[in-house]
């Protein structure tokens, strides 16, 4: 999706005496024209905010390929050392063959001289064609600067401008990593602001350039800054307004699927710690000590209800307990890869108050708050550093936002009120039924007009980008049209057991193509899936985990998670939908 980005000026820090202005230039190309001019209260905590989410922003944590180097040095010294070789061992055989070879030379040189004069004609004929060639070194030299570019300063390669909203209660900035692995969302109270003037709502991106982000890292404490966000754009010291600046940029499909997902895998419930920074310190500082070399990579999380967290990082087998302490029910234990990312939260330690981590099982993402008082900075990761939101699990349709649903009633809602819970949401459209608002509020979110505040666990109106998505990005996908397709065999088939553990057994059939597959799902009474397993050969073909879920796997969860609410039900007794049904009248 081609975009282009219009600014009446750069962003830049003018400063007066110990005043500070930070102004930043929004899209003009929008049709909202947001402004706001508030004066900060905790300047340095909005200042390294700002810089982390820079940090989130250009972060790529993706295998770098290696250069051969090392091999060619050890096949040259390999060369060398055989030649050495023949010449100690076959002097005879070498003698022979040079006297023979030397007839060969001979010829062939007298046939190289003819080929020369031939060359030398091509090569005189080819430089007066190039005189007359304008564009002959254009395309070397264009692969040379952005290769320079990218070697030097990665940031200015490829930077996706942040994501502004203007709210009634807050300003929030978003922003998505380079390898659409990491998303990150700081929402600024606007109790954290003395205002200048009455605030213009609604969304747009915003110039946050390198020089920029060198001008931030000079506020201090003495200095007052005032955020500005102006369409008018900026001045120069001269008084000249700058011309307009213009970038045009071709968004990667998954960039922009990836950050709609985000918001449905956050309206997924899942198990919330909260850590301490001292906490937060320990794993960071554990993971900037060790190195690992080889596999497995992860982090166990051990949680023992009324026991301090324990976290094993692997290979080393070390373990790492926390201050934490578990409020949950029952034992549990979560793995979590790409864990080295987790350092982009390390400059919040000294910061925040607290830390509220997410884990929403095996194979999904994780996300962590860290709570600053006045401001928040919530970062999703995916599952794992290779996997962005895309390539995984499709979270609308477990999080039951599927299809089209009341979306035009919603739409004019949350522009309306911006910012609403789901349940508030139900209480202006008294006449629509939950599954059909579920599914509006999922195609708000997947044509980029919302997103899900897990601070509030709201949704929130914006517009993700300046032009409407296209309609490929955002219509139903195969793996949705197959779960409807087979949701109504799925819930006539499903059976349900209650372990002795405490967990829900879901299982059901599947017969397609005379061949018949079996899916089970286990849910625990915190609403997270433990266990999956499914005979179809999609999943078998896949990583067979929650990373790369089948239809059948989906169908059955969205089925299931409508009846984790049983009770009374006996221990390792099966009940058919039909049970279920006369318990529930």
């Known amino acids: 999706m081609k975009v282009g980005y219009k600014y009446a000026s750069p962003s830049r820090c003018t400063q007066s005496n110990n005043q500070t202005t930070l102004g930043l230039s929004p899209d003009l190309s929008r049709d909202e024209k947001v402004s706001f001019c508030g004066k900060l209260k905790h300047p340095l905590l909005f200042r390294d905010a700002m810089l982390m989410l ?134 600024v109270s606007m109790n954290e602001f003395d205002l200048l003037q009455t605030p213009k709502l609604g969304t747009t991106n915003i110039d946050f350039s390198a020089k920029l982000e060198k001008e931030m890292q000079r506020f201090r404490s003495y200095t007052d800054v005032t955020l500005s966000v102006n369409p008018e754009g900026f001045t120069i010291d001269n008084d000249i307004v700058p011309e307009y600046i213009e970038k045009k940029i071709d968004l990667p499909e998954t960039w922009i699927k990836g950050f709609n997902q985000v918001s449905s895998a956050a309206a997924l419930s899942g198990i919330e710690l909260e850590l301490s920074p001292s906490d937060m310190y320990d794993i960071c500082a554990l993971l900037r000590k060790k190195k690992e070399k080889k596999s497995p990579r992860y982090m166990k999380w051990i949680l023992e209800p009324g026991k301090r967290v324990q976290i094993v990082f692997e290979p080393f087998g070390t373990i790492l307990t926390l201050n934490a302490i578990y409020q949950g029910s029952q034992r549990r234990e979560e793995k979590i890869w790409g864990r080295r990312r987790w350092l982009v939260a390390e400059k919040l330690i000294p910061l925040a108050k607290a830390f509220y981590v997410r884990i929403l099982g095996f194979g999904m993402p994780q996300f962590i708050r860290a709570d600053m008082g006045t401001m928040q900075m919530t970062i999703g990761f995916s599952s794992w550093s290779s996997n962005d939101w895309v390539k995984g699990t499709a979270f609308n349709i477990m999080a039951g936002f599927t299809g089209q649903g009341c979306y035009a009633d919603i739409y004019r809602l949350m522009k309306d009120k911006r910012c609403l819970s789901i349940e508030e949401i139900s ?159």
């Open 54 to 187: 820079r940090e989130i922003v250009i972060s790529d944590t993706r295998k770098k390929t290696k250069e051969r180097t090392d091999y060619f040095t050890w096949l040259e010294e390999e060369i060398d050392r055989r030649v050495k070789a023949h010449k100690e061992y076959m002097p005879n055989v070498r003698e022979a063959l040079k006297k023979e070879m030397d007839s060969f030379d001979f010829e062939l040189s007298r046939k190289k001289d003819e080929i020369a004069q031939l060359l030398n004609i091509q090569k005189n004929l080819q430089k007066q064609i190039d005189q007359y060639d304008a564009w002959k070194d254009y395309y070397k030299i264009e692969r040379d600067f952005w290769r320079f570019i990218k070697d030097r300063d990665y940031s200015l390669w490829f930077v996706l401008d942040p994501v502004i909203t203007v709210h009634n209660d807050q300003v929030s900035f978003e922003a998505f990593s380079v390898d659409e692995s990491i998303y990150g969302c700081l929402s």
């Open 427 to 585: 209480g202006h459209l008294p006449n629509e039924k939950s599954d059909k608002i579920k599914s509006g509020v999922g195609m708000l979110f997947r044509k980029g007009e919302g997103y899900f505040d897990i601070v509030d666990d709201k949704v929130r109106f914006r517009h993700l980008c300046n032009a409407p998505i296209p309609k490929e990005l955002y219509e139903v996908s195969d793996i949705e049209m197959d779960v409807q397709k087979i949701s109504k065999l799925t819930f006539d088939n499903m059976t349900v057991k209650y372990s002795r553990q405490q967990e829900f057994i879901f299982t059901t059939t599947y017969k397609e193509n005379d061949q018949s597959s079996l899916t089970e799902i286990v849910i625990d009474q915190d609403g997270q899936i433990t266990k999956i397993n499914c005979n179809c050969q999609k999943f078998k073909r896949g990583e067979r985990n929650l990373s790369d879920p089948c239809a059948h796997i989906l169908a059955l969860y969205v089925a299931s998670y409508k009846l984790l609410k049983l009770k009374n039900l006996e221990y390792d007794k099966e009940y058919k939908i039909n049970d279920i049904m006369e318990m529930l009248l």
